[in-house]
């Protein structure tokens, strides 16, 4: 078995067919499909769903982990593995973000390239994973922090359609969508009521505009029911696509998801959903904690939508995003971390880690905020069986750095989706190493200028 040393390996031309960066990585060439036996050695090694191991190894094939192990690496058989000595690294599943508009948004405040949301406020046929712009340059950045998985939460509207789990790499929104169905968005009015001098509406119009927001809601189920209760007794009825991908919903097969941040909005979001028969998860939960019983008593999960944010009320203490991933794990509730996941908030997807850091400095067990970011993201978008922690029969979506992901100073130096080993360049680490280049040059840094004929034409250094 042929060992490479970290240099060699990624000279080697692991990371993928790697195109160049210079412009964007939208432009460069996607990862192929694994052709060989990798193994991980002498790394440290997070599983996450398990024990810490130390100088332990990693091997896949055909984008699944085979083995997971601590100790002497075993014979393998067959074609001559890549062997990656990691000695002094460490190995993590590829970090989750469960609620983001990647793919569907790339500049804020350009409309023509927002497509996260359809004409008309119930759009129950809508999925968004077909909107899903894989040359988008905001998936390389996200990635290169070690993020490889992605929900899509698409907004606008009552009922803006179905939600979709990407891996972040693919040449079309089909190699992307890891599960292109993974449930039905649904944004709960709030029911708060307001008075104020400002205010054009009186409490009782407000009040009456949330019941018809609420029956509106309760209107396309109840047709999506009857729906399906007259195609199972005449499978002559014409298709309905507005509620033909209902089903797995109304089973309870999938989840619904649940726009609800203010206690009355899960209060009532979470007794809808239960009352129907369906599987609610919400997501925002500023007032969760509140809510802490009826969550548990029907075991809904909490996605939290970032710990880098003001309070949303006044009377709130100052800390009080730093500190809910603590209170609601005391409270013994499901949950898991993402980013706020607005239009605005896309391009700082990568900062993932960083939510959860803070939240550890507040309070929270570190390695439960590694888990809320994993693991936890993926049982509560349902893919739990696939990605989310290093097991055998999973696939190998990991990530290998010099330190705690959690760390601002940590550097991702590899990435593997389903065994492809990613190309962790993009625009910026492009432009970054044309102005070090240029420098060199005029001699005002120090390192040897270098020719493009060192950079094979790629970005990816050849070892010379």
Known sequence: MKRMNWTKMIAAGLIGAAASVAGAQDLGVKAPAQSRIIVIDNATIHT????VIERGHIIFDDGKITRVGEGRLPAIGGEMPI????????VYPGLVSANTLMGVTEIGSIDVTQDYSEMGTVTPEAKVAVAVNPDSTIIPVTRS??????????MGGVIPGHAAVLRMDGWTWEDLALEPDA?????WPSMRTFRAPWMRTSEEDQQSRVREQVARI???FDDAVAYFASVDVDANIAEDLRYDGMRAVLDGGKPVFIRAGQREQIESAVLWAVGRGLRPVIVGGDDAEECAELLKRHDVGVIITGTLSEPSRRD???????????????AGLK??????????ETPHERNLPYHAAMAVAYGLDHDRAIEAITLSAAELLGVADRVGSIEVGKNATLIVTDGDPLEITTNVELAFIEGRAIDLGNKQTALAEKYREKYRQLGLIEGEAEGAESH?????????
């Open 48 to 51: 996450v769903s398990g024990e």
């Open 83 to 90: 062997i990656i000595d990691a000695t002094g690294k460490h």
């Open 145 to 154: 922090n070690g993020i490889l998985t992605a929900a899509v939460l698409p």
């Open 183 to 187: 449930g039905l968005m649904i944004n």
């Open 218 to 220: 309760d209107s396309v």
């Open 316 to 330: 709130e203490a100052y800390d009080a995003p730093f500190t809910l991933p603590a209170r609601l794990e005391a």
């Open 335 to 344: 949950w898991c971390l993402a980013g706020p996941g607005g239009s605005f």
């Open 456 to 464: 094979g034409g790629s970005g990816v250094p050849v070892s010379r």
